[in-house]
């Protein structure tokens, strides 16, 4: 299985709140980031968390970090339509290299009208 | 420069040609990945840049697959041989490594179907 792991679906109606979970396993990812992908389009980074806080809010985003569970959760206030796209987390792992990202299987959010 | 560019955006090709992909990151960018992705499935790492050096292979890029960044600036991802198999969205990211965060900007990625 993945390092990271993500449920696979969440459908919400237009209005309320979508909330999206990740549970990661590299204690030592300083990063936690949200990217968001739409069909056939690249990953666009929503946002991020340092490993150190427990919350950041920007703008309808908000992430929740758990660190002691190892879990993540982006929570999307007010879901419109346009929210309708595939939710990634990732962690960022270091090496004597540099940083790679691993990515949980992605959240599909359907936002019904 | 609004971003990370990618082209082509997509790619169809026989089983046993060579395909080739070129990425160019964010101008002051000087650290460059390439990722993987699957259907169904998140991005893969496969290998990362600083500057030209290729500093980090994963164990998917096998030897069919070469990547390159020549003077630092875009890079090209050239597979040999194809397979059905390494049919996926091919996915650059870049970032800039005096950053604490370190974030990955992605593009577009270009979309290969070998049939």
């Known amino acids: 299985g993945e390092d990271v792991e993500q449920s696979l679906f969440l459908s919400v109606r237009e209005g309320d709140s979508s909330v999206i979970n990740c549970t990661y396993t590299d204690s030592s990812s300083t990063y936690l980031y949200w990217y968001k992908q739409e069909p056939g389009a690249g990953l666009q980074l929503l946002t991020y968390?340092?490993?150190?806080?427990d919350m950041k809010q920007d703008q309808r985003l908000t992430v929740l970090l758990n660190k002691k569970d190892k879990h993540l959760s982006l929570r999307i206030a007010d879901t419109q339509t346009g929210d309708s796209a595939i939710y990634f987390c990732?962690?960022?792992?270091?090496?004597?290299?540099?940083?790679?990202?691993?990515f949980g299987g992605g959240t599909r959010l359907m936002v019904k009208p | 420069d609004t971003g990370v560019s990618q082209n082509p955006r997509h790619k169809i090709t026989k089983r046993g040609q060579n395909v080739t992909f070129r990425c160019d990151p964010i101008s002051e960018h000087n650290r460059l990945y390439w990722y993987r992705q699957t259907l169904g499935q998140g991005p893969e790492f496969l290998t990362y840049?600083?500057?030209?050096?290729?500093?980090?292979k994963s164990r998917l890029l096998s030897d069919r697959f070469s990547a390159e960044r020549p003077k630092g600036s875009f890079s090209t991802l050239e597979i040999q041989r194809t397979e059905q198999g390494d049919s996926a969205m091919y996915l650059c990211?870049?970032?800039?490594?005096?950053?604490?965060?370190?974030?990955?900007?992605f593009g577009p990625g270009t979309r290969l179907t070998v049939l």
């Open positions: 990211a870049s970032s800039f490594g005096g950053n604490p965060t370190d974030t990955q900007y």
């Open positions: 990732a962690e960022i792992r270091y090496n004597n290299a540099g940083n790679m990202l691993t």
């Open positions: 968390i340092f490993s150190n806080m």
């Open positions: 840049f600083q500057n030209e050096a290729q500093l980090e």
